[in-house]
């Protein structure tokens, strides 16, 4: 216990510790790994730096050699694009903000710079995405449970290190880039209504502004960035209803005009990649006058178009008897996105099931400031949790669905749920045998996220 303590009391430095650990034996997986697999795409596109002719030291092939093995599956297309933009038309389904920073820092370099590159943002940005996430949930579970908040902030932050998501925060991915933007978004959001509390409400604005820019920015590295501006949506309905019942008319429609410049600049990051795709296809001359049958669309856009025709996704494609076995694999981490949006609803209304967490509320009415406080973090978390649940449903029905593995670490409430588990040592009972689901999935997602390295780094699905 001693030892825990220390790592609550500093948090920081025994995330860093975890997350250090943790990517050396993910590296270690990689380059242990067996090789190419069957597909030898990577090895084509990026040559071994001992076939320039050069004099090459055993760090620079270790390098390369690493380098290798984390630029598979997606990663070709992120570097490709990023070298070289848009070529082809169905690189249009990988995200136009991830590629467009690797393309600025890899303006003069090689397809392997643009690899590289992409390797360090995707640490760093992990890295700065655990301790964003750790500060929102400090601050979040703070007026819920003051005793145990630092504890559920330390565990969440943790299990993010761990993430299913596994390699794909190692590899030139824009997973962790994701989850930066999105969990800032949450945190400037958060604390804007702290600010809007304590009286201070241009700050609160500017936050509420930037929260949005962040969503934004993560819609144009994931599409799926988008779902986060239901929080702008909850509160233009919201300031609408309180216009028209004249409930504080100016602070409302104050806020109204806030809320919507929030809410375009969430949408500009799907409008603006379209728009770029669409003077580059249906009017630029290069073109033959708009050939192409979306560009005719009443609403033409590129990527609905690109991830229809070709990767073949909607409604209940991936309903396929050979896909039985993904639906299997993403099973765990579905299950743990949709069942810890009903666990928020529970945080909303009273408070956890498991009393040892979380003291309901008392059934006396009070109007102080620190109640008002617990009741709109209670409401903050289920309304974060309503994002994720939208994520999994389309996962399941409309995604390729074993992409949710990697699609839910950019998400908090999960996290926090599980964390929750652990904290509580809650046990189920199935079957007339106890089991412990927080030890389960904690061991499931390292198993999975070890296997996943390996199979990764020789090419081998599932990606």
Request: hydrophobic share 50%.
């Amino acid at each position: 216990m001693g030892q825990v303590q220390k790592a609550v009391e500093r948090p920081y430095w025994a995330l860093t510790a975890c997350f250090i650990l943790w990517k050396l034996c993910l590296l270690t997986v990689v380059f242990a790994s067996p090789g190419q697999g069957y597909d030898t795409s990577t090895t084509l596109v990026y040559p071994s730096s001992s076939d320039d002719g050069a004099k090459t030291t055993a760090i620079r092939l270790w390098i390369d050699q690493l380098t290798l093995k984390l630029t598979r599956w997606d990663a070709i297309y992120f570097t490709h694009i990023a070298k070289y933009g848009h070529v082809f038309e169905q690189e249009w389904a990988f995200g136009w903000g991830f590629t467009s920073i690797l393309r600025l820092l890899c303006r003069e370099g090689t397809l392997q710079s643009a690899a590289q590159w992409g390797i360090v943002l995707a640490f760093l940005c992990h890295f700065f995405s655990v301790l964003v996430l750790h500060s929102l949930t400090d601050r979040l579970f703070a007026p819920i449970i003051p005793q145990k908040a630092s504890q559920v902030a330390l565990l969440s932050a943790s299990l993010h290190v761990i993430s299913p998501a596994g390699i794909f925060l190692v590899a030139p991915y824009a997973e962790s880039w994701f989850s930066l933007l999105n969990f800032s978004g949450y945190w400037l959001y958060v604390t804007s209504l702290k600010d809007q509390r304590s009286g201070h409400r241009i700050r609160s604005d500017i936050k509420r502004l930037g929260a949005g820019l962040a969503f934004g920015s993560a819609g144009t590295i994931r599409s799926n960035g988008v779902l986060s501006g239901l929080l702008f949506a909850q509160d233009l309905i919201a300031d609408l209803l309180g216009i028209v019942h004249f409930d504080e008319w100016l602070r409302r429609t104050r806020s109204l005009a806030v809320t919507t410049l929030g809410g375009c600049l969430v949408a500009s990051g799907i409008i603006v990649p379209q728009f770029i795709a669409y003077r580059e296809f249906c009017l630029d001359a290069g073109h033959a006058n708009m050939s192409r049958p979306w560009c005719l669309r009443s609403i033409p856009m590129i990527y609905v178009w690109v991830q229809d025709h070709y990767w073949d996704v909607g409604f209940l494609r991936y309903w396929k008897v050979a896909n039985i076995p993904l639906f299997i694999l993403a099973a765990p981490v579905s299950f743990m996105t949709i069942y810890s949006a009903t666990w928020a609803t529970t945080i909303a209304s009273n408070g956890v099931t498991n009393e040892k967490l979380v003291i309901p509320r008392s059934r006396k009415p009070e109007t102080t400031a620190n109640s008002k406080e617990e009741d709109d973090a209670r409401t903050m978390v289920f309304r974060l949790a309503m994002p994720q649940l939208i994520l999994a449903i389309l996962a399941l029905t409309s995604y390729h669905v074993q992409t949710i593995t990697r699609l839910s670490s950019g998400y908090p409430v999960w996290y926090w749920w599980l964390a929750s588990l652990i904290l509580t040592d809650e046990a189920w009972s199935i079957w007339g045998r106890k089991w412990n689901p927080s030890e389960i999935a904690s061991r499931g997602i390292v198993i999975y996220a070890v296997l996943q390295g390996a199979l990764f780094a020789s090419f081998l699905p599932p990606a």
